[in-house]
């Protein structure tokens, strides 16, 4: 089992940049594919970025390319998602999910993560 906790969520305005965390406890032993993802109110949960927890290999969904950025610290078991140049389209709840996964690769489909986190709200006035 694992356990992840995201925090950093927040009330921010348009062009500003917020950083969410993603803490992880638990079986951590084996390689994961830690991803990313939100869902806006009557929207379906989509898919923002992932990374591969041993190489640190990243990938990210068109619509933040360049302005997200997804980082891990092995030392802490914690992900993070930098959010730079926020637009209120972003505005969702951000959740941080867990998949085994073999050596570097990640995953962008939602349906393969077994292990997600609470969520942490995002919101971005214009």
């Known amino acids: 089992q694992v356990q992840l906790v995201e925090s950093g969520g927040g009330l921010v305005q348009a062009g500003g940049s917020l950083r969410l965390s993603c803490a992880a406890s638990g079986r951590t032993d084996s390689d994961y594919s830690m991803g990313w993802f939100r869902q806006a109110p009557e929207k379906e949960r989509e898919f923002v970025g992932a990374?591969?927890?041993?190489?640190?290999?990243?990938g990210y969904a068109d619509s933040v390319k360049g302005r997200f950025t997804i980082s891990r610290d092995n030392a802490k078991n914690t992900v993070y998602l930098q959010m730079n140049s926020l637009k209120p389209e972003d505005t969702a709840v951000y959740y941080c999910?867990?998949?085994?996964?073999?050596?570097?690769?990640?995953?962008?489909?939602?349906?393969?993560?077994?292990?997600w986190g609470q969520g942490t709200q995002v919101t971005v006035s214009s």
């Open positions: 990374i591969n927890w041993s190489d640190g290999s990243t």
């Open positions: 999910a867990a998949a085994r996964a073999r050596s570097g690769s990640y995953y962008r489909t939602a349906l393969v993560y077994d292990y």
